[in-house]
């Protein structure tokens, strides 16, 4: 069993000519949170929107992890998380 997770208000980029982050760089940020960090994730994190069509310095990104009771999304959901230095909003994904 895993939950999955969706986090708004993600830097993309720190120059509008610069191409967004990649998958790499978005997962080795997300680490740094220890609430996060303490997690096995299992789907990497990746950018909701196509990274072709994100045009402004911030969008959404997902993720899900290993959750057999659903209190590490709990745990998440009420946990100030930060990204590249700045505050992301947690929600849980909805398909």
């Known amino acids: 069993p895993w939950s999955k997770i969706i986090l708004s208000g993600v830097f993309a980029r720190t120059h509008r000519d610069e191409p967004v982050y990649t998958g790499e760089t978005l997962r080795e940020a997300l680490l740094r949170n220890p609430a996060i960090s ?5 789907q990497n994190p990746r950018w ?13 990104i997902s993720f899900a992890f290993e959750d057999p009771d659903g ?12 990204m590249f230095g ?10």
């Open 71 to 82: 209190s590490n999304l709990k745990s998440l959901l009420k946990t100030n998380l930060f």
């Open 48 to 60: 909701v929107r196509p990274s072709e069509f994100i045009d402004g310095f911030k969008s959404s």
């Open 38 to 42: 303490r997690l096995n994730i299992t």
């Open 86 to 95: 700045a505050p992301v909003r947690a929600k849980r994904w909805v398909e």
